[in-house]
């Protein structure tokens, strides 16, 4: 796969992958995000109890990447099917959200920042 793939372009892969295997009837919004649910779970799962300089070691290993990638697509496919189940363009979404997050988090306020929007003074 080319690194300039695009959303777009993702988004057709996964779905030719799913319907060369009949699996569209199985992935409703419900179970789609189920299922997204539960690879964030396997996620978290690489980090459950290390602390930061344990990770950043871990980060550095071939065989933790090869399972960090993994948890981090499977968790990307899942969206792209749930953004096609539902209707959403993924692009819009984003480009929408970072409008509505730069009203709330204002550079001169949030810059090395970590508090949320209604504690930012």
Request: hydrophobic fraction near 45%.
């Amino acid at each position: 796969m080319d690194h300039q793939d695009t959303l777009a372009t993702l988004r057709q892969l996964v779905i030719a992958f799913r319907e060369q295997r009949a699996w569209q009837p199985f992935h409703t919004p419900k179970n789609l995000a189920m299922a997204i649910a539960i690879e964030a779970g396997e996620l978290q799962e690489l980090f459950l109890w290390k602390d930061d300089p344990e990770i950043q070691h871990d980060l550095d290993k071939d065989s933790f990447q090869q399972r960090l990638q993994a948890e981090m697509a499977d968790i990307l496919i899942f969206l792209l099917y749930l953004a096609q189940a539902a209707g959403v363009d993924l692009s819009e979404a984003v480009r929408t959200k970072l409008i509505e997050n730069d009203k709330k988090y204002p550079v001169a306020k949030s810059f090395g920042c970590h508090k949320k929007y209604n504690e930012l003074k």
